[in-house]
């Protein structure tokens, strides 16, 4: 027997929804080719054709993808409501697990304010899940019950369904004390570009996201120098010789002059901010006490942010 996963019933409940692939695609986060990987593994495991396809035209299920996609939302409503109900046991003496995933950057901001949370509603235990997630994987981390709650960056441009937007960050440029362009008064990015940078990993949501937006201002630096996700060691080896690195503009405003760097006065006009997102899952969507704890998370990154909220 083929096995099925749950992503593939996911994908094909979101192409019948979306009505084409590259809609799909541009939905969840993925290549139109892993969307067709997807559906070629479940038409694999069925037996036969699940779309309809003709150029120009909508994805039209087959009668036998009509009666897989009508199982398939069984079945995800089904694992939903699974999940929904290990919420449902307030009074009980058990404390119900809220899973909130969130980039360092967010937790930071967020985890003074977990205590006294905890206080208010002490049902919940609310748990910080370490693990990273990749754009396209937020839907299906949610849905099995890896979080409840997910933060996640995203291109200020970039349609998101499903998502809040809680606020926006600004990208901002440091360099260290006696750096050439430190008193230039309005640096172009083609001059920033004559010099080293220090980067995030390859591997960091965050560094996609902060590449894209450099490609699309004209940004190309003439090298990179070091990649590592150890802020403290980026900024520190920015402080020894003239390569620059690029970090959110609220966290430059106190934390790189403790390691010698300068904000560059650079024109960040065509320089997109990126946007912070809130996911929940579906369990956490249905409860109200949930609800008004990730509101309170909300509140607490948009008066920390209050200038960059979207």
Request: hydrophobic share 45%; glycine share 8%.
């Amino acid at each position: 027997m083929i096995p099925i996963t749950l992503r593939q019933l996911e994908i094909l409940v979101q192409i019948a929804e979306a009505g084409n692939f590259r809609r799909c695609a541009e939905r969840i986060g993925v290549s139109q080719v892993a969307i067709s990987e997807h559906v070629r593994a479940l038409e694999g495991a069925v037996g036969g054709k699940l779309f309809m396809r003709e150029p120009g035209l909508p994805a039209t299920l087959t009668p036998l993808g009509a009666r897989v996609c009508e199982r398939a939302r069984e079945i995800l409503d089904s694992i939903s409501m699974i999940l929904t109900e290990n919420f449902e046991h307030h009074g009980s003496g058990e404390r119900s697990i809220l899973k909130v995933n969130a980039p360092s950057y967010i937790i930071g901001r967020i985890h003074p304010l977990i205590a006294e949370l905890q206080c208010d509603f002490p049902d919940f235990q609310i748990d910080f899940v370490p693990k990273r997630f990749p754009i396209a994987d937020t839907d299906h981390n949610l849905a099995t019950g890896i979080a409840d709650v997910h933060y996640g960056f995203r291109a200020a441009d970039m349609r998101v369904e499903g998502g809040h937007r809680v606020f926006e960050e600004k990208l901002a440029f440091f360099v260290r004390v006696g750096h050439p362009l430190l008193d230039v008064p309005d640096v172009s990015l083609s001059m920033l570009g004559q010099y080293d940078t220090f980067h995030l990993a390859p591997d960091n949501p965050l560094r996609d996201l902060v590449d894209r937006t450099w490609a699309h201002a004209g940004l190309q630096p003439k090298s990179i120098l070091l990649e590592s996700d150890d802020w403290s060691l980026l900024m520190a080896s920015a402080a020894q010789c003239n390569a620059f690195v690029c970090m959110f503009g609220s966290a430059g405003e106190t934390v790189p002059g403790s390691f010698g760097l300068r904000k560059l006065n650079v024109k960040t006009d065509l320089l997109k901010p990126i946007a912070i997102y809130r996911f929940l899952s579906q369990r956490a969507a249905g409860n109200a006490s949930v609800r008004r704890i990730v509101s309170r998370l909300d509140e607490r990154l948009r008066e920390m942010r209050p200038a960059f909220e979207g």
